[in-house]
Structure formats: C-alpha cells, structure tokens
C-alpha cells in the first residue's frame, strides 16, 4: 500500500516516526533496514528488504527468523500506537510467531501488524509476514504489549 494516500494519524504518524529513525541511525529496525509501507488507524505495514547478513541458512540463503520476528514486533508496536492516538512507552509481553515456510531467497519480506483491542494498560495485536502475497503467509503472530503508564 503507498503511503501517500494515507492521511497521517492524529497525535501519531508513523512516516514521520521512520523518517527519524533512518536520519539517528534507528536502532535495530534502522539496523534491520525495516521500511514504512503504510497504515491505518490500528495496522501498520512495514517492509524488510532481503540482505545477505540476514541469510539464517547459507546453504539455501534463506533469512534468518528473528529479523522477521523483529519486522513483525515493530510492525504491531506501531499498529498500538496508531490505535492509541500516540507513542507510549510499552513492552512487549508477548508475541507468538507460527512460521508457516521460509521466506523467499531474494524477496523483500512485509509484515503487517494490527491492534485489535486496546484497554488501559494492554494492548491485544496479531498480523502476518509476507513476500508478496498475502494469500500465501510466511507467518502469523499474535501477542500483547503493556503500557506500565497506561494507554489512556
């Protein structure tokens, strides 16, 4: 999805949150290479381009699972913060992944993490990784964040 259609989140805006990101260095998302792609007002789409670094199996080069873990815990961190209006400070209590087959060798891997509910101090995500096809999943995640502070 371009995000240039898609209007900015109130007290949130997730282009912006990249952008600064690529300009410090961004930590282990601007490490990873992570890209915004798009979001709504509780999902966000995040990309991973493929690198020879992130190879996990040589002798396929197959990408390793956690930069695709990664992908995703950021993809749904985001995804909480569009749904409550602005960055909070939370920790990710837990995320499950289910890989359903290994990426692609060569292909740009997309993680799409989205907020389903939101209370005062937990926040309920799931969302899936892709290489093109969302028909066709790398993997599917679930899991919950906490905001010691609250989310509201």
Not at 50 to 71: E, F, K, M, Q, R
Not at 101 to 116: H, L, S, W
């Amino acid at each position: 999805m371009s995000d240039s259609a898609t209007p900015a989140a109130p007290g949130f805006d997730p282009r912006w949150f990249f952008q600064l990101r690529k300009q410090g260095g961004g930590g282990h998302g601007g490490r990873l290479g992570l890209g915004y792609r798009g979001h709504g007002a509780d999902w966000c789409e995040l990309d991973l381009p493929y690198a020879a670094d992130l190879i996990g199996d040589p002798d396929s080069g197959v990408l390793a699972s956690g930069p695709i873990l990664a992908t995703m815990d950021m993809a749904a961190s985001v995804s909480v913060w569009l749904k409550a209006g602005g960055f909070r400070n939370h920790a990710t209590l837990d995320l499950r992944i289910d890989y359903l087959r290994p990426a692609r060798v060569g292909q740009t891997v997309i993680g799409r993490g989205e907020c389903y509910r939101l209370t005062r101090s937990i926040a309920f995500v799931r969302g899936q990784a892709h290489d093109g096809d969302p028909a066709d999943p790398i993997a599917h995640v679930a899991g919950t964040f906490m905001a010691v502070e609250g989310y509201w």
